[in-house]
């Protein structure tokens, strides 16, 4: 038994009792409690929550004196031995210092920006708990009186023995702790029950606070974390985390000191105003090249435009820093496409201090639905450095394969793992596709703006690869002013025209070293660049000469660049614009300006540029711009077609907000609206962006690539012509060109299409994979199976005749309107879209209830004739009003003969009457039968209703229906219960002229 067992604690007991009643029996036994943990732990080393490393690094002063001892410290690290991976956490716990204090080896800066009076201190977190702190606080100090006095008691005590015994031996136990360290102090209650944390108080400066300086390991990598709190109006505070090395800095002229300079800096996102902890745990990263130590900053700081708080304050908790050793997986193709057979290698390369418990690598590969698909687990051999002085740690370098074959079309996921530790975990990710020939390359409408990624294009196969992905547009700036590097664009750009890519050079920002002849402001637009002609011109007439044999359109400004939009002379002002960059090169031009959907587009038949770039943002749905582009259409039609051609930004949703599948069929769907309109040309603004992008930022496969991908080859130099109507109601496009056909058909839920699209037809799922349609026979016909869901799907090999031939045949109305048993005529129409003349037969296969004569009917058609072919229809007393669908069938006489169906759906009933029955059980057990006819013509009905419920005689009721009213009657039915899932009948006869609408129903609750 442990605890408090003295004096001290009756006196604990008796000041307790004696507090005031707003304190309460509740913190009676907060007391108690807090004796017995303090008691509990008197004995044991309480574990700190944070540490300083040691040998403890700190920040001393950088001139005089503690030049030497920094830079003894930084001698230090370079040659301590490193026994394990740094894992540390500034927590701001007791061992860091005194409350109201900056931590032990913490240094703050000075300065203008970072005035004395602003208060840095390491304070308890007691929000909502200040009463119960000032308790803890006076508890602990009775505590440490309370230890002071056993310190002078005997360890034996007879009167307690007298009462227990066991109370006497607890006694002892406590006093021998107590009395063996008489310097100590008992731990305080106060940072158990509490968290401590680093807290700025604001008073109209900023405040920055660095950390001891630590070694870093180049063969390493590090992740950061932190927690922030802030009470702001103004200010924001960050986390910095600074790789950096020492170097030698003169003082005076003469004295030399050392100082850490900065080689990268990593930091957390700004927070501001009145926030709640909030956590930050930023992704692995790799010291840069030259690396040996390591410093975190905590800053506060104002807004640029001068504006500080005068009050607020700001809290810094939990500064991670996690060393780990570096893993890469790497693919023997650097931007991760293979084609179809081709063998995938992998190498997981690690390199720096493992533990020696890591001794396996864990390969998996997923598909794009995260399935594992494969898997290997590789033991680690490692290869020992030799040890340095003194050093006899055991590091590992080394570098495991993996391959695999047969992989088919797709998407995949690539992981490497440390195995063997308990709690070490280390991976790292990559991702590959594998791809097959789709189409025609360099031929289509879809490109993308690769500006920002100058340093991929001097690989050999750039433009290869941008051919393989299904890139036939390049926005590229070509504002270069080093001659080798326009050399080095030349040669891509003759590369890019080899690989029948089309060219679009970019004027967006001047280089660095131009950017004030421009503006001082820096983030220059176009209508800034042009502003002046002698200046401009004197930068730009040498690119021009440069690259106009290469380059026939220039866009003026990068994408979204709005900064025409609005001038009173555009017309002329681009005129001009354009005179002026053939003045010198004298080859002609064509100029593309930003313009957004959401403006008014400039008349077409004054504009002076060849093309307008339109967008949105957000983007506009494919039904939006399906309706844009139709208003386009029409205006560069009613310009005789010489004004400005379209060009489109066609970006991915947003990762964040979006799923995947939301995100493909949108993509998807509106990359195919643009093949129904004249678009000239449609761009991704950011293929790099993981967030609205294709790819990864280190070029390889993001998710969105390969539909992309799919798209742009299946569709890219096709026109859509139409769509069909299919009977499972599945939404779909048709594109075609001179030489073949392509459906896009999608629909909102998982369904199935039987249909007949042309011999050898293959689909083609959004992720490149090829497979073979099931083929049935159907009356006679053969027809492929085609799943159908969310997710788009596309039908290649199909016969065009054989499409077009079906989207041709219409009904002359969809509607059968006269009284039962009288005809009329259905008319169907069709074309014959071959070559050649096409003979054949036609009939329909009407539902059980219709009689339809003749049977069948010949025709012969000429090439692109149509014909009209009317049938009689008679409608038999027992046929319900309602929707039906009718096949109609065609024999061609082709060789060899085929049979071609369609199906089209035809109302009958009269228009503007409708009429259905609502059925529900009473509470008395009786059924309630209601007739609803809904009148929406301006004529009044009245009709004879007859009701034919499952079982008894039928009821007979008179309803009047006013124009443009609707109108109920129902009869109750006795053992209702029993009818459920019977059918119902009614029959309604309109008095006028004795037509007749039949109506039935299953029979529900």
Known sequence: MTGLISAGILRVFNRIATTSQRSGRGL?????????????????????????PKPAVRNFPAAGGADRRQSGAASAFKTRPQEKLLNLTYAFGPEMGQIRQIPIGWKRERGVDY????????????????????????FDGQLIYSSQWLKDQSPWNPHLNLLNHHLAIGWSILTNQVQKNPAALPPSPADVLFDRYLRVDLNGSGALVSSPILAANVSHQYRFGCRIR????YNSARVEFVFGRFVSEEIHGSKQRRVLEELAVHSTPKVGGDTAWKTFLLPLVRPPAGTTHLVTRLIVRGRDDGLEDIQGSVGFDDIRIEEKPQLEITT???RGIYNIGDT???SASIAGYLPAEINKVQFDLYDINRTLISSALTPI????????????LHRSRTQLDWEIPGLEAGYYRMKVGLAGGHDFQLSAHTTLAVVQDLGEHGRGLFGWNLEGQQEQIGAADFALWLSRLGVSWVKYPCWEPDNVARDELQALFEKLQDARIQTVGLINQPPPGHVEKFSELGGIVAAEVFRDPETWQAHLSPIMEHFSQKIKVWQLGGERDFSFLGSPRLPEQIEEIVDGLEERNGKKIDVALSWPWLEPSAPFASATWRATCRSSSPPLSARELDAFLEQSDREQADAGFAGPRTWLLIDPLDAKIYDRQTRIRDLVLRMATSRKHRVQAAFVARPHDPQFGLLRPDNRPGEMLLPWRTTSLLLGNLRAVGSMQLRSQARNQ????AKRAVVLIWADEVTEELAYFGDGVLMVDVWGRVTSLQTVDVGGQLMQRVPVGPEPVFLIGCDPAVLAFRMSVELGSDRLDSPLGREEVMKIAFTNPMQQSLVGQVRVIPPRSWRVTPPKKSWSLLSGQDADVDFQVVLSNTTDIGEYEVEIQFALETNPPELVSVYRKVQVGPAGIDMKIETRLLPDGRLRAELVINNKTKTPRLYNCFFFPPAGSFDQKQLAVPAGQEVRRGINLPDGAEMIGKRFRVRAVEQSDKRVMNYEVTITR
């Open 28 to 52: 009676v036994a907060v007391g108690v409690t807090m004796c017995m943990i303090s008691g509990s732990c008197w004995s044991q080393k309480i574990s700190p929550v944070s540490a300083i």
């Open 344 to 346: 995938v290698r992998a």
């Open 230 to 233: 802030t009470d702001l109006v």
């Open 115 to 138: 005035k004395t009076y602003v208060k840095i201190g390491m304070v308890r977190d007691n929000r909502g708990s200040a009463d119960l702190e000032k308790f803890v606080r006076w």
């Open 381 to 392: 051999e490692r290869e020992p450095l030799k040890p340095d002085a003194g050093n006899t």
């Open 332 to 334: 023997d193709q650097p």
């Open 734 to 737: 048709v594109y075609t060109n």
